[in-house]
DNA sequence: GTTAGCACTTAACACAGATGACTGCTAAAT
DNA sequence: ATTTAGCAGTCATCTGTGTTAAGTGCTAAC
């Protein structure tokens, strides 16, 4: 447990640190406590703190840097969040005011203010209920010329198509037929229990009405995992440029290549509870984001479920402000979508 | 006109500085030509080379630099581009030859192979018509809950779909009363002209049947200008980092927004002709680009239309390495496409 | 027309102090 | 038992200087 003084002086070197980036010096922060104490004790409480391990030095006589350990305490313990901007909330609600053709135009767009309102790297999830979606339903729709598209329909409104080629003539009629044995046996059920049965149950089935179904049958594949596996988006990669000190491309790209893989990066992000969470450098258990830190915070959105924004910074990052600004986004983002879902599903 | 030896020592200098980035003096190229002369001789020819504006020099005591002039005189008449390495052979076939559900995945892929083989960034863009596309049909399918998707499919295969909503109930038979209507005065007509009279004489026929045909027209609107704005890809925009000297955030922005913005990064690599063509530095008439140039290459898909693939690099790039890829690229692109559209659409 | 030779220019590099912002420690003051 | 002043020591950063190497232009001889 630490004394209060301790707590003021690892907070006044986290924020100044986070502020500068420059290391804090003991004479700087004395000036800065509220209590008049000479840098002399402040000497004395810094080698405390670093004993610890809250603080590190770069090199013998440099000022201090918070831990990755000062961090977490800081973060847990002493940080009291700002309060998001009121310019802030205004450039949210105006960006988040226009017309939408779809939930997904709403989300990728919230990672571009997200990135734009942090200067990091931002990215957000579509939300999701607990339960694996539902199939509503399947059609399959002839457009002509070989071509047929699929159409999937889920139970939390989400649209999925593809466009696939048939070879010889299929007329509506059977396409019809295959439609109702899909539907008949597959809707209501939850999508990874139909990506198994598509295989076992259904192939079978359609091999009756159609001679060559492979591409229908990878089609419908296709559509499935589209609908069962989580849209994520990114905004504002460029700014992980602006905030790598290594400038290296050799260095960025595996971590463009991390961010840009769904699986990899919805990890990070997902494990968030109901509110925000603060994930520190080797916390991240990946190496390449060991300089790096995320913070989560999760929207919700009543019977349709939970989403996930988050922001990418470096470990040095402003948390007070950034928790802030996620913290005001989610409300906000929680109001705009339970508002367009309501105006169009019940 | 130059003389044989002038041609040869600007050829030199072009190809050395586009390997290594360093200025050429006089000592290294003399003992690279292939005919013997001191350095002094070479260095009165550079004097001259200068004087006609070819090369320039960064100091007073600098080797020498292609100036913009230097470069469109060697690729206008120095320049014998070297065929295609057989490895980047088998891998553009490799990439190719794998599943794709559509044109757009292939154009796509197109980008990344063309920057993964060049190290620089790609631009890709789907093969069109040299007329506007023209309007196959339209359909309009319910999806329950109010939702409707809208599809729209032009006369070169192209398909283009939305989801909307409306309000109050509308039946299937009216959502048929509108497609017929609309597919009776429009097929067959050019989309640019189908755009203006969906305004005029479209929406009021739409009037009859739906009371508040707002989100209808509008998204009919939507999938029409996405039918007919022409899409295009990039490849390895990372890239960009690597061969920019100035690596700073501020200076890469622009770029990157010039290179995602449709119609700008369009103009730059539209108005190719037949074959290959180079665009150097300041020819590229923005100044953003002033240090890059720009290689397209158009591959032509017979009565489906011709499409433009591009490689954008610093000023300095070795040309005829790039343009033997994207000649070879173009005509393996065009092989692909051309079978794939055999394949589907007779 | 070509070449050798020479004086001159410049960027790049390395090295040596000087500077300044720190620390840790000690001994005196509170 | 804290707190403080004072001081020696450390280290990154900056500045100035000399050196080197590459390259040029010019001139006079070939």
Redesign the interface.
């Given at each position: 447990m630490l004394t209060e003084r301790e707590k003021m002086i690892l907070k006044i070197i986290v924020n100044d640190y986070t502020k500068s980036g420059v290391p804090v010096g003991s004479k700087a922060l004395s000036s800065q406590l509220p209590i008049h104490v000479s840098s002399a004790t402040v000497r004395n409480e810094m080698a405390f703190l670093e004993e610890i391990g809250l603080i590190t030095k770069n090199h013998s006589s440099s000022g201090r840097v918070p831990s990755i350990e000062g961090y977490r305490y800081y973060v847990d313990n002493l940080l009291n969040p700002n309060p998001i901007d009121n310019s802030d909330m205004m450039m949210i609600q105006n960006s988040l005011s226009g017309?939408f053709?779809?939930i997904d135009e709403i989300v990728q767009q919230s990672a571009d203010i997200l990135s734009n309102l942090t200067n990091y790297t931002a990215l957000t999830l579509k939300p999701e209920q607990e339960t694996t979606p539902i199939l509503?339903?399947f059609?399959l729709?002839p457009?002509?010329?070989?071509?047929v598209?699929a159409?999937l329909?889920t139970d939390n409104?989400e649209?999925v198509?593809?466009?696939?080629?048939i070879d010889g003539d299929l007329g509506g009629d059977k396409l019809d037929a295959v439609v109702r044995m899909i539907n008949d046996k597959l809707a209501g059920k939850p999508l990874d229990e139909v990506i198994t049965k598509l295989k076992t149950e259904i192939v079978p089935e359609i091999l009756k009405y159609v001679k060559n179904p492979d591409s229908l049958v990878?089609?419908l594949d296709?559509v499935l995992m589209q609908a069962s596996t989580n849209q994520f988006y990114i905004g504002g990669e460029?700014?992980l440029?602006?905030f790598t000190d290594n400038?290296d491309?050799s260095y960025?790209?595996p971590i463009?290549s991390l961010l840009n893989d769904t699986d990899d990066a919805a990890k990070f992000i997902k494990s968030s509870d109901n509110s925000i969470s603060v994930q520190i450098g080797p916390e991240l258990s990946n190496d390449l984001l060991k300089d790096y830190s995320i913070i989560t915070g999760s929207y919700d959105v009543g019977p349709y479920g939970k989403g996930v924004i988050a922001v990418l910074g470096p470990t040095r990052m402003p948390y007070s402000r950034v928790i802030g600004i996620v913290d005001g986004f989610r409300n906000e983002l929680s109001k705009k979508l339970r508002n367009y879902y309501d105006?169009?599903?019940q």
């Amino acid at each position: 447990m630490l004394t209060e003084r301790e707590k003021m002086i690892l907070k006044i070197i986290v924020n100044d640190y986070t502020k500068s980036g420059v290391p804090v010096g003991s004479k700087a922060l004395s000036s800065q406590l509220p209590i008049h104490v000479s840098s002399a004790t402040v000497r004395n409480e810094m080698a405390f703190l670093e004993e610890i391990g809250l603080i590190t030095k770069n090199h013998s006589s440099s000022g201090r840097v918070p831990s990755i350990e000062g961090y977490r305490y800081y973060v847990d313990n002493l940080l009291n969040p700002n309060p998001i901007d009121n310019s802030d909330m205004m450039m949210i609600q105006n960006s988040l005011s226009g017309r939408f053709r779809q939930i997904d135009e709403i989300v990728q767009q919230s990672a571009d203010i997200l990135s734009n309102l942090t200067n990091y790297t931002a990215l957000t999830l579509k939300p999701e209920q607990e339960t694996t979606p539902i199939l509503g339903s399947f059609r399959l729709v002839p457009l002509g010329n070989h071509k047929v598209m699929a159409i999937l329909i889920t139970d939390n409104d989400e649209v999925v198509n593809q466009v696939f080629h048939i070879d010889g003539d299929l007329g509506g009629d059977k396409l019809d037929a295959v439609v109702r044995m899909i539907n008949d046996k597959l809707a209501g059920k939850p999508l990874d229990e139909v990506i198994t049965k598509l295989k076992t149950e259904i192939v079978p089935e359609i091999l009756k009405y159609v001679k060559n179904p492979d591409s229908l049958v990878q089609t419908l594949d296709d559509v499935l995992m589209q609908a069962s596996t989580n849209q994520f988006y990114i905004g504002g990669e460029l700014n992980l440029l602006s905030f790598t000190d290594n400038n290296d491309i050799s260095y960025l790209k595996p971590i463009y290549s991390l961010l840009n893989d769904t699986d990899d990066a919805a990890k990070f992000i997902k494990s968030s509870d109901n509110s925000i969470s603060v994930q520190i450098g080797p916390e991240l258990s990946n190496d390449l984001l060991k300089d790096y830190s995320i913070i989560t915070g999760s929207y919700d959105v009543g019977p349709y479920g939970k989403g996930v924004i988050a922001v990418l910074g470096p470990t040095r990052m402003p948390y007070s402000r950034v928790i802030g600004i996620v913290d005001g986004f989610r409300n906000e983002l929680s109001k705009k979508l339970r508002n367009y879902y309501d105006k169009y599903n019940q």
